[in-house]
């Protein structure tokens, strides 16, 4: 671990980021089912109270090597007993800032200037306080879930607002830092890593 120590956070970024860009497809795919099976579990354990607080889970579309849980968007044993998802959509890069919107099907999805899927026009904005669990994308968490991301502190500047929901951190086993990084105070970490 000592070759951690004097990383810098984008030192860091750029380590993970290169080990999650070799991971293998096999290995990917592996681990992408594993990772959509546990949050389907953590959906389903969840779901109730979701339910009954009419709230929405927030997913991402997958950029950059990471890993993909459109499948869930689909998954009929969620779908059966809930249906608000939410998805980022960049509203503002040079500050760094989005906001999310109810997506109902990947129909509902289309690529922006950069590649990455978004919500379409139509799709109707939500609150922060709306959502119940956040499944956020990193470029590596450590044991106390601490996350680095890409960069660009758009999961910080959102998930600062006042707001109570589970932040989960979605990562490759490869991913996850065992030697704890200093976290900046406004970087925002996960309650819980898959």
């Not at 681990?31 to 959906?43: F, G, L, M, V």
């Not at 129909?107 to 956040?134: H, M, Q, R």
Request: some cysteine; proline content about 3%; glycine content about 4%.
């Amino acid at each position: 671990m000592k070759k951690f120590e004097n990383l810098t956070k984008s030192e860091l970024r750029n380590h993970f980021f290169k080990i999650r860009k070799n991971i293998s497809d096999e290995n990917k795919k592996k681990q992408e089912t594993e990772i959509c099976n546990n949050a389907r579990k953590y959906i389903m354990q969840n779901i109730e109270n979701i339910n009954i607080n009419k709230q929405y889970i927030a997913l991402f579309a997958a950029v950059e090597n990471e890993p993909n849980l459109l499948p869930l968007l689909a998954d009929e044993k969620i779908n059966n007993n809930f249906h608000q998802f939410c998805f980022p959509r960049i509203t503002n890069f040079r500050e760094g800032e989005m906001e999310f919107f109810h997506v109902k099907n990947i129909s509902d999805l289309e690529k922006n200037t950069w590649g990455i899927l978004e919500p379409k026009n139509c799709c109707t904005k939500i609150s922060s306080e709306e959502i119940a669990l956040f499944f956020i994308p990193a470029v590596s968490i450590d044991n106390n879930g601490s996350r680095i991301g890409m960069g660009g502190g758009f999961y910080d500047r959102y998930l600062s607002r006042k707001n109570n929901a589970k932040k989960i951190g979605v990562i490759f086993k490869e991913q996850k830092f065992d030697f704890d990084f200093e976290a900046e105070p406004w970087d925002i970490g996960v309650d819980v890593m898959l």
